[in-house]
T-cell receptor
């Protein structure tokens, strides 16, 4: 079984600043994928970024980057240059195959 | 191209009634998933389809829940004799292929159906 822990229920960030969202996980599978999704108030889950457990480099997608520390079982999301539209709930998820296990999420509020 | 669509977006029903929730995946995606999001339980996996087959139904909470997929495309999640604890947002996702995982196997979600059982 997989478990995801997101310890920050809510965060505030100033527009144009960077924010780091914490995610730690527990799995016995040697091979797995880590995902981050954004869920704005509209409810849709929007895929942001993916990291494979065997990937040597940290994943990046535009303003999103993943700080992957495999030995510490940590996959923190960094959002650079925050925008007002980044205000949303962010979920970390893990899967060894297809069944995503999600964390409880972190609410990010970007202030102007 | 078009994303995953779900209908209805909102459904209010009375306890004991049956409901059907529909999901239309991204064209060409062979794998389809249903998840449930509720305040108490967070996001939970319900079932996945590969083509029209459902190899994993392990997340369905009771035998009141069933799902089918036809033509390798549209899927319907049916809840019979709804209970108040069924109230949640039901999310559908699709991905290009299965079981290999990787960037091509990212699950893309629809907007969800908010179900309220009175």
């Amino acid at each position: 079984a997989q478990k995801i822990t997101q310890t920050q229920p809510g965060m505030f960030v100033q527009e144009k600043e960077a924010v780091t969202l914490d995610c730690t996980y527990d799995t016995s599978d040697p091979s797995y994928g880590l995902f981050w999704y954004k869920q704005p108030s509209s409810g849709e889950m929007i895929f942001l970024i993916y990291q494979g457990s065997y990937d040597q480099q940290n994943a990046t997608e535009g303003r999103y980057s993943l700080n992957f520390q495999k030995a510490r079982k940590s996959a923190n999301l960094v959002i650079s240059a925050s925008q007002l539209g980044d205000s949303a709930m962010y979920f970390c998820a893990i899967t060894p195959d297809y069944k995503l296990s999600f964390g409880a999420g972190t609410t990010v509020t970007v202030r102007a | 191209g078009a994303g995953v669509s779900q209908s209805p977006s909102n459904k209010v029903t009375e306890k004991g009634k049956d409901v059907e929730l529909r999901c239309d995946p991204i064209s060409g995606h062979t794998a389809l998933y249903w998840y449930r999001q509720s305040l108490g339980q967070g996001l939970e996996f319900l079932i996945y389809f590969q083509g029209n087959s459902a190899p994993d139904k392990s997340g369905l909470p009771s035998d009141r829940f069933s799902a089918e997929r036809t033509g390798g495309s549209v899927s319907t999640l049916t809840i019979q004799r709804t209970q108040q604890e069924d109230s949640a947002v039901y999310l559908c996702a699709s991905s290009f292929s299965l079981p290999l995982f990787g960037p091509t196997d990212t699950q893309y979600f629809g907007p969800g159906t908010r179900l309220t059982v009175l």
